[in-house]
Structures are given as C-alpha cells and as structure tokens.
C-alpha cells in the first residue's frame, strides 16, 4: 500500500473550514484515498473515502488533485466536537479479503474556540 | 453509536489474571478486527477474522487468543499479560463487499 505524508498538527477557528493535507505520491491507479479521525480515547470514525473525483458527504469533502499524488480533507465549518486525529490512508479497494487499514500518526487537528 | 459495542470499557487486571473482551456488532457485517493502540502509537492490527475464519494473524504474541464463534460475535482472551500489553484495544467490523470499518468504542486495558 503507498504511505501516506501528513503534518502532525494544525489549529482551525471554530466555525472556519478545515483543510487538512495529505501526501500520497506514490499512489498507484487501484488505490483509494481514505479518512477516518480519532476523538480522545474513542474508536476511529469512517469519514470519507475516493478514488479520483472529489467526494462530499454530510461530514466532509474530499479533493483529490489530478495526478492523485495528494489530496485535501475540508471540514466546512469546524467545531470544537471536530477536534481529533485525522488519518489519510491509502488502500485498494478490494470488496473481499481482510481489506486491511494501515494506520500512520496523522494530523492532530484542534478548534480553538 | 456506530453499532459496535465493546465490553467491558475499562479493565485492570495483574500479570496472572486471565480475562477477556468482548465485541458484537448487529450490523450484518461479516469481517472482525481486533487492533491495539499504544499510547502515542498508531494502530496496530492484530486479527483478522471473515465469516468466522481467522484470514491474519499479525504476529501477535500468543498470550493473546482471539475468537469468534459467529459473525455477530468476536472475543479477545486474555492471559498472563505483560505491563506492556497496557492499551486501547478496538474493535471493527465490515461488510463484505465494502472497504469501510465500523469500530467500537474500545476497552482500555491496564495490566499491573
């Protein structure tokens, strides 16, 4: 699976967006992009995923550049309930087998109110 | 409330004592996973089981014993643990046919 380069932690004003980078250069075609966050202590939480066109849901967009080789996770309007880890994995998206997540540091995001 | 829970959420138990976690999901799902969090390190995944076989074993120490005797149901058992085994143990599950993970909320384990 290609690793993934993310900063280890950023700040955003409460009810301003949150832009949180990731770096997946060595991506290949069949690879996914996905994020899940860490609240404090509590299991990792499913946000979005990808795989070439940006994405959106209720809790976040996901912008994947052109050449795949990074993308950007936007929290629209940040909360305080929205700090927490965030990780950026990189995983083909097989339907079957173990579909194992590989989880690195990840970025600590705060809202600061 | 992602719809796995996790029991019990907090346990000490001494380097002798022989425990065990529980997880249940009622999602349908048909894949288990158990992880262990450290502190201040990534996750780190232990087993892996779907529709009930264990798929990975990710060299975990075999003080650890995990099982699942169905779908809805996985357990960790627990025995003459090492300080060092203190953690946030996870657990997830996922459909078949999906690559999202459902986890719990994890049982924060100590071990004096």
Redesign the interface.
């Given at each position: 699976d290609a690793k993934t380069t993310q900063p280890p932690s950023m700040d955003c004003a409460e009810g301003r967006a949150a832009n949180l980078p990731c770096n997946h250069s060595t991506i290949s075609g069949n690879e996914y992009v996905y994020w899940y966050r860490q609240i404090h202590s509590q299991g990792p939480q499913y946000i979005i995923h990808g795989l070439k066109n940006n994405e959106t849901n209720e809790m976040a967009s996901l912008i994947i550049t052109e050449d795949r080789k990074s993308s950007t996770l936007i929290l629209p309007h940040a909360t305080l309930r929205d700090t927490a880890v965030y990780y950026c994995i990189v995983r083909v998206a097989t339907g079957d087998g173990a579909n194992n997540l590989f989880f690195g540091t990840g970025t600590r995001l705060t809202v600061i109110p | 409330e992602?719809g796995?829970t996790q029991t019990p959420r907090h346990l000490v138990m001494g380097m002798t004592n022989k425990k065990s976690l529980k997880c249940e999901q009622h999602l349908g799902h048909n894949?288990m996973y158990w992880y262990k969090q450290s502190a201040k390190k990534?996750?780190e995944?232990m087993f892996?089981y779907?529709f009930k076989e264990q798929?990975?074993n990710n060299s975990v120490p075999s003080r650890f014993s995990p099982e699942c005797p169905n779908s809805s149901h996985l357990f960790l058992h627990l025995h003459t643990l090492q300080p060092e085994d203190s953690a946030?143990y996870?657990?997830?599950s996922?459909s078949?046919?999906?690559?999202?993970?459902?986890?719990?909320?994890?049982t924060?384990l100590t071990v004096l």
């Open positions: - | 992602t796995v894949a990534p996750l995944l892996v779907n798929t990975e946030l996870l657990c997830a996922r078949s046919g999906s690559t999202v993970q459902f986890f719990g909320p994890g924060r």
